[in-house]
């Protein structure tokens, strides 16, 4: 029976260089993650984790390889075949470890930026940014701007403006790094209701052990190579 | 939300330093396209607000301004029996400069034909015109002499009666109106031992000659003033400046009085003319190419400073890239902030112009049409500064985020 998956790769393959200085990033891999599904990939630095969620993100085009997001082919190789900035904006949701929100926004105008982007007006855009960030626990520090809070709040922050648009995709790449564990985990719980309330595909790039057991499967990634390792609950 | 707003209100201080700058630069282009335009109207006031529409001066010369010019005395006499002629002035003009005060004092001289002229004509700012033949004098502002103050030209002082403003020669010089006998008597003044010696130069002349003697009288006439010489022609004016009747034709007038062949005939739109292309014609190119270079500077400088902005923003602009925003938001807020720091940078270049130029040592005019040129100028400036920055933008990949 044909199943539409939130997330799918085949044979996705990054080349960066070319003859000598050719380094191969990514070697076919392959992933499906269904609705609901929340994935997290492991993996020693440099084996190519970052690679392949800037692939799947639609940012760093593969060398090689197709790109399904919710059902729908979106890459084949470089060859786009959507507008891959406005896919962007209404289906992913981004958490990178640094340089996460823009310098000059305060904390809630970062958040509001991405509702604004997508077409709502500013002051449903604010209350809108006002209740996620109250929701990350950083609503207190709305109008700081992101010079004057902590790693984590700035984490939080950006965690706010991943899921502001409510996207059925959400990348986050080490989103717990600067939190506490208590706070960690609350997060890695979000990005699990978040998947499943919107019934969308959730990928998190982590080095943290403590929340593992709130996956439902976990990949590990060697020298480019993805490797499914277990499922941990059953996702219906 | 306005991008280039929050992105200026983040980093106030920058853009405040980064506006004044703009703005002084600025403020120098607007000075010295003010220095240029001041130099075209110290050279043209007087000729405009002396209301003459002929000028007769010396034959083939192209006085009295722009070179010097010597015509008899009497010359007006003549000039005023031409049909067509309201009035016809004399006027001497030269410059001199003394010492006053224990300062150096540079006077442009000009000779008004008392009683007819007394300069009821000039923008007088404090004080009267004149009201005698002798020893009073009308002193611009820029000379820097005060109502009651006697300056000593030659063997006599000068009290100064009234105050003009504006009225300065080509040269800036604030200029001085006396009646034309003092403005002669203070051009031909010598020192007694100078006259004593031409004097005598003169009798010794008229002895080697059969006249001397075999007129001995002619010889008590060489040794004594030259007024008692009959021979000997009064002292020369610079110009005659003539009015016409009000239905006579200026062409037809300059063409019966330059068929004289002892003098020349300039209109009031040649006066003009030959002090533009003459006197001032270097200093007011020099002024137009510093200009143009100065603009050729503020467009690097300002394209240099949007440019650099955008590449302090690359990281910012690769997340907004990353977050969907379309290239018209990112675009929009390169442009905005370009013409931002252009428009504040030329109001406040404005503002200290306003404050600052007037204590320029030379009129500085700032007119209407050059201020707007220079605005279309630096918004041009701003938008082709912007294309480079909004081509860096536009290149920045979202990718950059995960470097």
């Known amino acids: ?236 | 939300m306005n991008l280039a707003v929050k992105d200026i209100r983040h980093s106030f201080g920058r853009f405040v330093l980064t506006t004044v700058g703009v703005g002084l630069l600025l403020m120098v282009v607007m000075g010295m396209r003010g220095a240029y335009r001041g130099i075209e109207e110290d050279a043209t006031f007087l000729i405009d607000n002396v209301g003459a529409d002929l000028w007769v001066v010396q034959g083939r010369a192209q006085g009295p301004f722009a070179e010097l010019s010597r015509i008899p005395d009497n010359l007006s006499d003549r000039v005023a029996a031409v049909p067509g002629i309201h009035k016809a002035t004399r006027c001497v003009y030269y410059t001199v400069q003394r010492r006053h005060a224990g300062k150096s004092l540079r006077m442009s001289i000009f000779g008004l034909d008392w009683p007819v002229e007394k300069g009821e004509w000039l923008p007088l700012i404090a004080g009267r015109s004149l009201g005698q033949n002798h020893y009073e004098m009308l002193a611009d502002k820029a000379l820097g002499l005060s109502l009651g103050e006697q300056v000593k030209l030659g063997k006599d002082a000068y009290t100064v009666v009234g105050i003009t403003k504006g009225m300065v020669s080509q040269a800036g010089d604030g200029l001085g109106f006396v009646t034309i006998r003092d403005a002669q008597a203070i051009q031909e003044d010598v020192p007694g031992e100078a006259m004593r010696l031409e004097r005598s130069a003169r009798s010794a002349r008229a002895t080697r000659n059969d006249i001397g003697r075999t007129q001995p009288f002619i010889l008590d006439r060489a040794a004594g003033p030259v007024s008692n010489i009959p021979a000997l022609g009064s002292p020369p004016i610079s110009a005659v400046m003539v009015t016409l009747e009000p239905n006579a034709s200026a062409a037809e007038v300059a063409a019966v009085l330059s068929s004289w062949p002892d003098v020349s005939v300039i209109t009031h739109v040649e006066q003009r003319e030959l002090m533009l292309t003459g006197p001032v014609d270097k200093a007011r190119r020099q002024i137009g190419m510093i200009t143009s270079l100065l603009l050729i500077v503020s467009a690097v400088v300002l394209t240099l400073i949007i440019y650099t902005l955008t590449l302090e923003r690359a990281t910012a602009i690769a997340l907004l890239k990353l977050i969907g925003s379309p290239d018209r938001v990112i675009l929009g807020m390169v442009l905005q902030q370009a013409l931002l720091i252009g428009g504040v940078g030329y109001g406040i270049g404005y503002l200290l112009g306003q404050v600052i130029l007037p204590y320029f040592p030379r009129r500085v005019v700032l007119v209407d049409y050059d201020l707007l040129q220079l605005a279309g100028i630096v918004a041009g400036i701003c938008l082709l500064g912007s294309l480079l920055g909004m081509w860096k933008a536009a290149r920045v990949s979202p990718n950059e985020i995960l470097s």
């Open chain 1, 1 to 236: 029976m044909d199943e539409t998956w939130a997330i799918e790769t085949q044979n996705l393959t990054k080349i960066y260089g070319s003859g000598n200085t050719e380094v191969v990033a990514l070697r076919d891999a392959d992933i499906r993650i269904r609705h609901g599904e929340v994935v997290a990939l492991l993996g020693p630095s440099g084996s190519g984790k970052s690679t392949f969620l800037a692939a799947v993100g639609l940012i760093n085009p593969p060398t090689a390889g197709r790109i399904f997001l919710d059902g729908q082919l979106v890459m084949d190789g470089p060859r786009t075949f959507t507008d891959l900035r406005r896919f962007r904006r209404q289906h992913i949701g981004y958490v990178f470890p640094k340089s996460n929100l823009v310098p000059f926004l305060s904390a809630v105008e970062n958040v509001q930026i991405a509702l604004e982007l997508d077409g709502q007006s500013s002051s449903v855009a604010r209350r809108r940014a006002l209740e996620l960030l109250d929701y990350l626990g950083v609503a207190d520090r709305a109008d700081h701007m992101p010079s004057a809070l902590s790693g984590g709040q700035q984490q939080r922050v950006a965690i706010a403006r991943a899921l502001a648009n409510q996207p059925g995709i959400i990348l986050a790449d080490e989103p717990t790094a600067a939190l506490d564990k208590q706070r960690g985990r609350q997060v890695m719980e979000l990005f699990r209701m978040v998947a499943h309330e919107q019934n969308g595909g959730v990928i998190v790039v982590t080095h943290d052990q403590r929340a593992l057991d709130v996956f439902d499967t976990i990949y590990e990634m060697e020298d480019g190579v993805l490797t499914r390792q277990a499922s941990q609950l059953t996702v219906t």
